[in-house]
């Protein structure tokens, strides 16, 4: 993780670029304190409520200026071009896309520590964690995202491990992420791998069948940012991902991603 420059004071002003951050501080109880985030930051639905200034890639540069941060959150490298021009408004933290459960537990004791947060972001991250237990047993699954082009995670990647903490056992051999432009490359990859599930992460909320007709290898859907998201909502929607898997489903219903729970809501009660 790279910080730009030294905070001056803890932060109070908060603009958050990278959507599981925003979700995070929101469960430590720093929710108050975003005062912009990105569109794609609708995880509580309370964060819906900030001002919006930006996507996951671009951000509006003078409308952060007027927010006056005094820290900004972004996400490295996917938004690595940002981070000279915003570190002349604030100071930046880039947080790099994590590789693994301990880098996103780093991430998030970072962040709580800068905030003074410290033992609150200790305990999420705990709890989080926790929630990520053993609960199945499943041999090569393979995950293929659909963001306009199809990303494949590699063994190297914090959704691979993540299921891998679970017992849904990533499939071997993938050194470095895949960015396939077209079907036939993330074919030739299945044909390769030889998965006993893909998991297909659409681009929609909706289950899609005639999106995935070309995959002959069993199959289960989830809708958008459910896997792409590892935020705290992410151990709990990988538990509705083991319940469809177990009960036989081809679509995982009912993630945060479409009901975008809030604070109150009983989603988030493990984390209370």
């Known amino acids: 993780m790279l910080l730009t420059r030294a905070l001056d004071g803890v932060p109070h002003r908060v603009v958050s670029l990278n959507p599981s951050i925003t979700e995070f501080l929101f469960l430590i109880g720093a929710g108050e304190r975003i005062v912009g985030s990105d569109v794609w ?12 200034i930006g996507s996951f890639t671009t951000a509006n540069i003078e409308a952060i200026k007027k927010l006056n ?20 408004i604030a100071p930046v933290l880039a947080i790099p896309m994590p590789v693994n459960l301990n880098a996103i537990v780093a991430s998030f004791e970072m962040v709580g520590e800068l905030l003074d947060l ?7 991250a705990g709890i989080y964690m926790d929630l990520l237990k053993h609960s199945i047993d499943l041999e090569r699954a393979l995950v293929v995202l659909s963001l306009g082009d199809y990303v494949i995670p590699c063994e190297a990647s914090y959704i691979a491990s993540a299921l891998d903490r679970v017992g849904i056992r990533y499939v071997k051999g993938l050194k470095c992420v895949e960015l ?8 030739s990859i299945i044909n390769k791998t030889d998965p006993q599930l893909v998991i297909y992460e659409s681009k929609t909320k909706e289950y899609r069948t005639q999106e995935t ?3 002959s290898k069993p199959l289960i859907h989830t809708p958008n940012d459910v896997l792409a998201h590892f935020g705290p909502s992410l151990p709990l ?8 898997i177990r009960n036989g489903e081809k679509f995982v219903r ?7 729970p809030s604070l109150g809501d009983p989603w988030y009660r493990p984390y209370s």
């Open 254 to 260: 009912d993630t945060s991603s479409v009901t975008r």
């Open 41 to 52: 930051s609708y995880r509580p639905r309370e964060a819906m409520k900030t001002v919006k």
């Open 180 to 187: 396939i432009t077209n079907r036939d490359g993330v074919l």
């Open 69 to 88: 941060p005094d820290l900004i959150i972004l996400s490295y490298p996917v938004q690595g071009r940002l981070v000279e021009p915003l570190s002349n």
């Open 213 to 215: 007709g070309w995959i």
């Open 118 to 124: 410290d033992e609150e972001a200790r305990r999420v």
């Open 237 to 244: 929607d990988i538990q509705l991902l083991i319940n469809a």
